[in-house]
């Protein structure tokens, strides 16, 4: 049994050594900037008709308390 676990050790020693630790290190690559371009955003969709005909929706409140549910809720429904 010990003779398989040096030799698993070893097998994951060899495995990080030439796998990870001589791996070549690779420059990254030069940055480049390209010049930056002018956002401008579009309003005028806003003034389409069906937009402006929306109505907002009523607030939903919070329901009272006597309200939410049963007391227990993992009892059958009677």
Not at 2 to 23: D, E, H, M
Not at 59 to 76: A, D, H, Y
Request: positive net charge; without cysteine.
């Amino acid at each position: 049994m010990i003779i398989v676990f040096f030799l698993v050790l070893l097998i994951t020693l060899s495995i990080l050594y030439f796998g990870y630790f001589k791996r070549e290190r690779v420059p990254p690559p030069p940055q480049v900037f390209l010049p930056q371009k002018k956002i401008e955003i579009d309003f005028s969709i806003l003034e389409n008709p069906i937009l402006k005909s929306l109505e907002k929706f009523e607030e939903i409140g919070v329901p009272s308390p006597e309200r939410v549910g049963k007391e227990n809720p993992f009892l059958p429904i009677k």
